[in-house]
């Protein structure tokens, strides 16, 4: 089968090449890939940065968000079956500690992610065990199919605590906080403002629905943001962008009291005042990790099948699998932000 590998270490060296099809287990099935997403974690892989020199082992087959239709199913399997069309949670989890019995298996100590840890979905075929396979409803189109997981850690971070007429600031307008903006509208945000530098994304903030985007390369990033919430402070921000100045900034403008969840994975340590920024501030930081599995999984399928419309513009680009360092390289110059693959 054609795979998309990250071949070597380094810069780039991302590469089509050839694989055996998975064999499966009693209680795997076999999927036939229609579309799958590139995701800023492909993107850390593709530029080789810190975080993928010490956890990405070339050559490793790519990707991790897609959707597709079963073709074999395991004996043991039930409840799904061939033809079906589906998406799968990429976390592999043991399913016997203590967090994954008590509904915590997106924290689960010993988890494997496809595309990371083990062969992802940058191929013809993938395997999965059929726990983590998530059947689509026929609403849902493969192109949205094939975004679940992103949209999922949205989700997540969003309604981690709640936004419902609360002043919400979002930092980072990348495809997740995109999806972040759209998900905290539609779930009632009172005004809701959105931090990001690049003029595309700045734009497709907007029409996710951000009452009023501010740029932090601007003059006094905190002034425009208290001016953008008619002088009152955020009760709620999610940090998506990874950024520590992003992180800084969030701690700084936050109300008093605040919630603070935190999905984007900064490159390098932070170094935080939590005296004066978290404690004295008495401010609840969450970290988000994945998604809540299945809790999330339900929630992103309901608000498809209602929703879809206000999520089709972040998905900028639709490409052939043969077009992956193209997709890396308008995703680099801010011209994509959201690129599926079709395969």
Known sequence: MKVIIKAREGMGNVELAQRPVPEINENEVLIKIRKAGICGTDFHIYKWDKWSQNRIKPPLIMGHEFAGEIVETGKAVKGLHIGQRVSAEGHITCQKCKLCRTGRGHICNDIEIIGVDR?????????????????????????????????????????????????????????????????????????????????????????????????????????????????????????????????????????????????????????????????????????????RMFDTWYQCQNFLKGNSSFIDHVITHELPMEDINEGFRLMSESKAVKVVLDF
């Open 119 to 291: 062969a992802g979905c940058f191929a013809e075929y993938i395997k999965m065990p059929a726990m983590n396979v998530w059947p689509l409803d026929d609403e849902i189109e493969d192109k949205y199919g094939a975004i679940m997981d992103p949209l999922g850690n949205a989700m997540h971070t969003v309604m981690a605590q709640p936004v419902s007429s609360r002043d919400v600031l979002i930092t980072g307008g990348g495809s997740i906080g995109l999806f972040a903006t759209a998900i905290a509208k539609r779930f009632g945000a009172a005004r809701l403002v959105v931090s990001e530098p690049q003029p595309y994304k700045a734009q497709l903030a907007k029409k996710a629905g951000a009452d009023e985007v501010i740029n932090p390369l601007g003059d006094n990033p905190k002034e425009q943001i208290l001016e953008a919430f008619h002088g009152r402070q955020p009760e709620v921000v999610l940090e998506m962008s990874g950024f520590p100045s992003a992180f800084q900034l969030g701690l700084e403008v936050i109300e008093n009291g605040g919630d603070m969840a935190i999905l984007g994975i900064p490159s390098e340590d932070l170094n935080i005042d939590m005296g004066k920024y978290v404690i004295f501030k008495g401010i609840t930081l969450r970290g988000i990790n994945g998604r």
